[in-house]
């Protein structure tokens, strides 16, 4: 059987070479480019996606700025996703991971703020977590605490992270139903554990009696992206409401 070579070294079959193309784009996620480094230096929160896509198919590239301080802290926990996560290091100083490296994390993967000391100035890492978001039915992430005493779990929260397009998305799950644009899914869960995390049902531990810290959110600022979209919707509708009034 004879081969066409319809490309500098690739040779394929006829039949194939006849009808290999690259289908058109669909027009429902415009091509966008970005620095990450101008994007995050005016991020508002960890894990902040850096394109406006995050539905199903959509691969949903985000951000997240560490850095020390004498009053910096980021408290510890875990994170369980069923899709894929690929960390890159776009630029580190001191941390545990070195600028220019990729890792692919595990299902189940412990998260904290990847440096050395993070009380030390001048300390940082920036890096992106990207995720494919699943077409699928059943996506779900799950975020857990351990005990600072005995390591023992003291809370697990899963939720379902159905994208918006996925069989089984539900869009008053952690949005609202006319939301124009939606809440990510893991910033709400974030704030939801952290919720949860700091009542005195969890905060003592069941199996040894310790009294847990607090779980401070401020340098993770998941609510802080959770309020400003949902101030935002708001913003929408009632820009929309006026120009409906006006123009009847």
Request: hydrophobic content about 40%; some cysteine.
């Amino acid at each position: 059987m004879s081969l066409v070579v319809d490309t500098p070294g690739a040779a394929v079959l006829p039949e194939i070479a006849a009808t290999r193309h690259v289908e058109p784009p669909s027009g429902e996620r415009e091509p966008l480019k970005v620095s990450i480094y101008e994007r995050m230096s005016k991020s508002n929160a960890q894990l902040m996606p850096i394109f406006p896509y995050d539905e199903a198919g959509a691969m949903v590239p985000c951000g997240a700025v560490l850095y020390g301080g004498a009053d910096r802290t980021h408290p510890h926990f875990f994170h369980w996703n069923t899709v894929s996560e690929l960390l890159v290091a776009w630029g580190s100083n001191e941390a545990m991971i070195a600028s220019g490296s990729l890792m692919a994390t595990q299902p189940f993967h412990g998260v904290n703020s990847f440096l050395r000391d993070e009380k030390k100035e001048g300390t940082f890492a920036l890096v992106t977590i990207t995720q494919r978001q699943s077409s699928e039915a059943g996506q779900r992430e799950a975020l857990t605490a351990k005990c600072e005493s005995c390591k023992k779990d003291i809370l697990r929260f899963e939720y379902e992270s159905a994208p918006h397009g996925a069989p089984d998305f539900e869009a008053a799950a952690y949005t609202e139903a006319d939301d124009v644009f939606r809440q990510f899914s893991t910033q709400w869960g974030g704030v939801e554990f952290v919720r949860q995390r700091n009542s005195d049902a969890v905060r003592i531990c069941e199996h040894c009696g310790h009294e847990n810290s607090v779980f401070e959110m401020s340098a993770w600022g998941w609510d802080r992206m959770v309020s400003q979209t949902s101030v935002a919707n708001a913003a929408y509708q009632s820009l929309k409401a006026s120009a409906e009034e006006v123009l009847g």
